[in-house]
């Protein structure tokens, strides 16, 4: 019977380490899209998806494509994944980064919805990991759809975050 016990705490153990490096990871990359106000203390920073004007603002700019890259590593997608949400292909992106060229609007700010959204997500759910895992389940509040498959459309992301504000509050309808 102990060893079940120690068996179960070092689960967690390493399951409230892996969480912890999630969310250092999604700091991390969230670091490299951030602004800060003219005039104000460099440590007020603010994502460019922190308001509908930053996130327009910033997606008119165009994101550097390593943006796209970053969000593949953060997300967990597969090649495939990514290319079918956000419409474009990986070496596409690749190419863009050798050449220092950036994103159009349009998938500048996919991409970070996409980022507010894992951020909302590990938030929530405590890892990417389990955020990913949810991502594809059937949610109640979507209609049992598969949140995964509405991803590629700005509806999608914005129904997403809606149903993940609602299980933030506890609303499972």
């Known amino acids: 019977m102990e060893k079940g016990s120690k068996k179960t705490t070092a689960k967690k153990a390493v399951y409230k380490t892996e ?3 999630s969310k250092n990871m999604v700091n991390d990359y969230a670091v ?3 602004t800060t106000d003219p005039g ?3 440590a007020a920073y603010h994502p460019f998806y ?3 004007v930053a996130l327009l603002t910033s997606s008119k700019k165009g994101l550097e494509a390593k943006a796209a890259l970053d969000f593949l590593n ?3 997608f597969s090649h495939q994944q990514f290319q079918d949400t956000f419409k474009t292909t990986v070496k596409t992106i690749q190419n ?8 159009d609007a349009s998938l500048s700010e996919k991409i970070l919805k996409a980022f507010a959204l894992f951020e909302k997500g590990i938030a929530l759910f405590g890892s990417a990991d389990v955020f990913y895992k949810w991502l ?3 949610a109640y509040g979507l209609g049992n759809q598969v949140p995964f498959d509405i991803l590629d459309t700005f509806t999608g992301v914005s129904l997403i ?3 993940l504000i609602r299980l933030e509050y506890g609303d499972l309808a």
């Open 19 to 21: 969480t912890h490096i």
């Open 161 to 163: 975050e809606e149903e």
């Open 74 to 76: 953060l997300s967990g």
């Open 136 to 138: 594809h389940q059937p």
């Open 96 to 103: 863009y980064t050798n050449q220092a060229q950036k994103l």
């Open 32 to 34: 490299a899209y951030v």
């Open 40 to 42: 104000v203390d460099a």
């Open 50 to 52: 922190a308001n509908q």
